[in-house]
């Protein structure tokens, strides 16, 4: 839909600077690289001071360390929102000086600026004064004719024209949360020149950023993930087709850290420039203006050169050659050559340093990229994926053919909503999100697959041995459009090899397989549901809270966060996953089921303890879909109750052995950090590790702490931290956690799933509610029907 708007400020030419001179390094620019163009069009608005990602939308809660952050309430009145007020659309002549508004809305905002391939008008994203949400406009490079584009109450935001007239953007429409944070996710979407029939291309949980057309009419953007790995180390480049096939790592996924931000290509060559942003990133892309050659491959640190100096933090480099770079930092526009000298030629004045500059772009026309043949059919649910060889790929010694039997396929759920910038009580350490089990496709004796796999959902693959145990998984994730055909190399394969498809492979002897579900297991595990209830049967007579047998608790009962068992899980090493550790392309057997030593506990070998195949099984996949607590995303930022303890009192009985330092040479757990506060049994706080560890065994307790910690339970210590651990239970039985009767999620859940249609706008707080269905009805309507 087109909607013509008004202008809300007039056109304002502001007289040139008569003092206003091009500096040495413009006027060089304008004589070479800048010849022909004389004009740039950039934009101003109140930057955020969250992370990189949060200049858009809002928060999921009022409480946290994030909310804090906010500017204010969201339209609403019940949101609290991560973006400021005040923007502006200006052109700047280059070499007069003279700046004209484009758009000036003090109680707006305005971003992405991009010029149409004729150079005649501006493609950008526009926050109409006190409104909630960006949405795409279009205006002539004069201020006429501002037409809004894109409607509705998400975000709109980053997009690019493509050469078929198309648009791609990002956008909240994906409706989910940053898996580790309070705020909204804008994944890659695309459109018609007219704003007409969006559609989503990508399926990633968190945020996609900055597409941007390269040469060959494919699209370089940023994409952030993190598949049981480090949360704040992959966000790299990777590109798409326009129409959202073929979805590959461009350059560093491989590499753990940087946040490659507004990458575009270098006209004339094949290289583009970035802003590498360290670490986990700078709030509004702030980084260092980088070269990526990717010729050499994605994996090769060699390829990128670093423009900036050091300590010099720019933002939206925009090249016109390796040697002219436009640039914007916090109060001004600049170019940069290739030397990383930079010249400033607009600087904010002092009555608009509540805002920023962004978005440099030359106004002139530029030639279409090639036009890509669409490869997507939207009445299809699926699309069909070749593997060539699976023991083609990196980090696969020791596998030997014939070894890999099917495939696992996982689905990673997106959150609809999240409270903190952990994963709790997703799972201790480990996943942020949880994984459905789709089921098995075979793979052939030469090491072929071919498979029919839902489109549009973010998929995981793990490689199964003939014992169906876990050999290599991938930690990313692939994503098929409706329609798609596609092929892979191998396992982990080399991203500068092209996949060959021979007409010998044994997979294309017969049609795509679709996946076989284990239909005797869940989809989705529960731990507290699933996997308990195995444990009671098979385990709890040796390892319970009373026993403790070889220091090993598997009981169910309640810690202030998970359960005594899935704590033992983890701190005895247990299951190994991958961890919210910056690695990944792990050797073979190093994660999932075959480098979980509970597999072992169950085989039968130990203490004649024989479980049922179906119980195997469901511990084998359990831990294979990445071994999470709850089954439910209701139970983010529910039911976790950390134990007040009076550590100033079990300081004085507890700080020899759990001080600053070891004793006799043995590490010992310290005080004031997180174990302590996991010993406590909320279901039976009596039977609390914290308390019986150091109660003398003629009173009840273990006496591992020897007879003079706690001689008795009238010990005033003792009581403190008994009463301690009671007042934390209480609130837990007043409030419940998800694996409890009469458990209701959070009112920010129940928020969010009745903002985005799954539960009716009318639906109270006394209205009975099934978090599980909810969960599912949430996930299906992503689903391509």
Known sequence: MRLILFVLAAVVGLSANA????????????????????????????????????????????YGDGPKLNFGTYPDGESLRGYGDGGRLCKLNLRTGELTLLIDDPVGGVRDPQM???GQKVLFSY????????????????????????????????????????????????????????????????????????????????????????????????????????????????????????????????????????????????????????????????????????????????????????????????????????????????????????????????????????????IRSRPLEPKLAPQVDTTQTHGELVLTDV?????????????????????????????????????????????????????????????????????????????????????????LQPGERTSCVGCHEQRSQTASVSLDLAALDHPPHSITPESDVPDVFDYPRDIQPILNRRCIKCHNTDSRESGVDLSGDRTPLYTNSYFTMFTRNLVADGRNQPRSNLPPRSIGSSASR?????????????????????????????????????????????????????GKKCSTCHGSADVEGTAKPRLGGWIEKHICNLDHPEKSFLLRAPLAKSAGGFGSCGEGVFANTSDPVYIATLDAIKASAQRLQDEKRFDMPGFRPNRFYVREMKRFGILPSDFSDTDPIDAYEVDRAYWSSFWCK
């Open 19 to 62: 003092e206003y001179q091009p500096g040495p390094l413009l006027t060089q620019m304008l004589d070479g690289k800048f010849a022909g163009c004389e004009e740039i069009v950039f934009a101003t608005r109140v930057s955020g001071h969250d992370h990189w990602y949060v200049n858009f939308g809002y928060y999921s809660c009022d």
């Open 116 to 118: 149409h391939y004729d």
């Open 127 to 362: 926050r109409k004064g006190r409104s909630a949400t960006y949405h795409l406009y279009e205006i002539n490079i004069d201020g006429t004719g501002l037409v809004q584009l894109t409607d509705g109450p998400d975000d709109d935001i980053e997009p690019t024209y493509l050469p078929s007239g198309d648009i791609m953007f990002c956008s909240s429409r994906c409706r989910r949360f940053v898996n580790c944070w309070f705020t909204r996710v804008a994944t890659l979407y695309r459109c018609e020149g007219d704003g007409s029939n969006i559609r989503m291309v990508s399926s990633n949980n968190d945020h996609d950023n900055t597409p941007w057309v390269m040469p060959d009419g494919r699209v370089l953007y940023m994409r952030w993930e993190y598949v049981d790995r480090s949360q704040v180390h992959y966000h790299h480049l990777w590109v798409t087709n326009p129409d959202g096939t073929s979805q590959m790592i461009y350059y560093g996924n491989l590499h753990p850290g940087i946040a490659m931000l507004d990458a575009k290509p270098i006209p004339g060559t094949d290289k583009v420039v970035a802003s590498f942003s360290p670490g986990h990133g700078i709030p509004e892309h702030l980084g260092y203006v980088t070269i990526v050659d990717p010729k050499a491959g994605p994996d090769v640190v060699s390829a990128v050169r670093q423009i900036s100096k050091p300590k010099e933090l720019v933002r939206d480099p925009y090249a016109l050659s390796e040697d002219c770079i436009l640039v914007a930092n916090r109060r001004g526009i600049f170019v940069m050559n290739g030397q990383g000298e930079k010249e400033r030629i607009y600087e904010l004045p002092e009555s608009l340093r509540h805002m920023e500059c962004h978005e440099p772009r030359p």
């Open 391 to 479: 023991y083609n790929g990196r980090n696969m010694e020791g596998v030997k053919r014939g070894e890999i039997k099917k495939l696992l396929v996982l689905e990673q759920l997106p959150e609809p909503v999240h409270f903190s910038g952990g994963m709790e009580p997703i799972s201790m350490g480990g996943t942020f999100t949880l994984a459905r089990i789709l089921g098995t496709v075979p793979v052939e004796p030469d090491g072929s697959a071919f498979m029919k796999l839902p489109a549009l959902r973010s998929l995981i693959l793990v490689a199964l041995d003939d014992k169906d145990m876990s050999v290599k998984r991938m930690q990313s994730f692939v994503t």
């Open 598 to 650: 509970l597999m072992h506990f169950i085989d039968g070998s130990h203490h004649d303890v024989h479980l049922t195949e179906r119980e195997r099984k469901m511990i084998r996949l359990w831990i294979d879909s990445s071994a999470a607590f709850p089954g439910t995303y209701a139970a983010l930022g529910s039911g976790m109750f950390p134990v007040s303890l009076p550590y100033g009192q079990l």
